[in-house]
């Protein structure tokens, strides 16, 4: 019993270090994404305004 508990507390600490690299990459992906939206965004208010 105490070898099991033992694995799956390894899994678990091995899952939570995979989410966070998912979730590092994530919102890389999402910075990648957001920023040239936000900068077309930009070049459409400019216009706009002037």
């Known amino acids: ?5 033992q694995e799956s ?3 678990n600490h091995l ?3 995979e989410n ?3 979730i590092k990459e ?3 992906l999402k910075m990648m994404v957001l920023f040239p ?3 077309k ?3 459409k208010i400019i216009p ?3």
């Open 20 to 22: 966070c690299i998912m």
């Open 9 to 11: 507390q390894n899994d």
């Open 41 to 43: 965004r930009e070049q």
């Open 1 to 5: 019993m105490k070898q099991i508990t």
């Open 37 to 39: 939206l936000s900068r």
């Open 48 to 50: 706009l305004k002037t």
């Open 26 to 28: 994530l919102s890389i």
């Open 15 to 17: 899952n939570r270090r």
